[in-house]
Nanobody, 123 residues
Framework: VQLQASGGGLVQAGGSLGLSCAAS????????MGWFRQAPGKEREFVAA????????YYGDSVKGRFIISRDNAKNTVYLQMNSLEPEDTAIYYC?????????????????WGQGTEVTVSS
């Protein structure tokens, strides 16, 4: 099982980035998916989650209204569109597949994790 996150990079404050998470070795249609992030010296933070069919989404308070999570089960890929980026969004972003189809916002609820992609927002 592998989750490959991509799309990170350097962007100015106010800009946008789109992250992708491509899965291999499992069919994402069976799993709720999530994005977390971890900044240097901080704990891993919940960013967004999406149900198996995309019908339900949750967002962390710090990104609500700016980030959008989506999925394409036919492509076995989950996305995170990040808009109005702020320096505080600088972190390594991880995608994760939940232990089942139930959506959850806690790291303990996720079984598979990607390697992370780095996002840096300059002021």
């Amino acid at each position: 099982v592998q989750l490959q996150a991509s799309g990170g990079g350097l962007v100015q404050a106010g800009g946008s980035l789109g992250l992708s998470c491509a899965a291999s070795g499992l069919s994402l249609v069976d799993y709720a998916m999530g994005w977390f992030r971890q900044a240097p010296g901080k704990e891993r933070e919940f960013v967004a989650a999406i149900s198996w069919n995309g019908g339900v989404t949750y967002y962390g308070d710090s990104v609500k209204g700016r980030f959008i999570i989506s999925r394409d089960n036919a492509k076995n890929t989950v996305y995170l569109q990040m808009n109005s980026l702020e320096p505080e969004d600088t972190a390594i972003y991880y995608c994760a597949a939940a232990g089942n189809s139930r959506i959850t916002t806690t790291p303990e609820g996720y079984r598979y994790w990607g390697q992370g992609t780095e996002v840096t927002v300059s002021s």
